[in-house]
Nanobody, 122 residues
Framework: QVQLVESGGGLVQAGGSLRLSCAASGRTLSGYVMGWFRQAPGKEREFVAAIWWSGGSTDYVDSVKGRFTISRDNANNTVYLQMNSLKPEDTAVYYC???????????????WGQGTQVTVSS
């Protein structure tokens, strides 16, 4: 089992920045893909970004490329999502996920966090 705990959400004005954290525990993350999804009211959950724990390769949905950066801290088993130039359409609950498969094509990762709310005001 992998336990995931998100933090760092909040309310920010358009153009501002937030950094989300996802602390993982329970087992080694070697071989896992860690990342972020988001779900806005009335919409389906969508993939946002992913990072391969071994090697550090990254993947982003087109709408956040150039604005969001995903990174990892191996020593602390933590994944971060630095979000810059935030837009009102980024408003959603952000979930951390982990799976052995690529997250972009995995609609339901094996492990999920509880989610953290991000609200961007215009």
């Amino acid at each position: 089992q992998v336990q995931l705990v998100e933090s760092g959400g909040g309310l920010v004005q358009a153009g501002g920045s937030l950094r989300l954290s996802c602390a993982a525990s329970g087992r080694t993350l070697s071989g896992y893909v860690m990342g972020w999804f988001r779900q806005a009211p009335g919409k389906e959950r969508e993939f946002v970004a992913a990072i391969w724990w071994s090697g550090g390769s990254t993947d982003y949905v087109d709408s956040v490329k150039g604005r969001f950066t995903i990174s990892r801290d191996n020593a602390n088993n933590t994944v971060y999502l630095q979000m810059n130039s935030l837009k009102p359409e980024d408003t959603a609950v952000y979930y951390c996920g982990a799976d052995l498969r690529p997250l972009r094509t995995t609609r339901l990762p094996q492990f999920w966090g509880q989610g953290t709310q991000v609200t961007v005001s215009s």
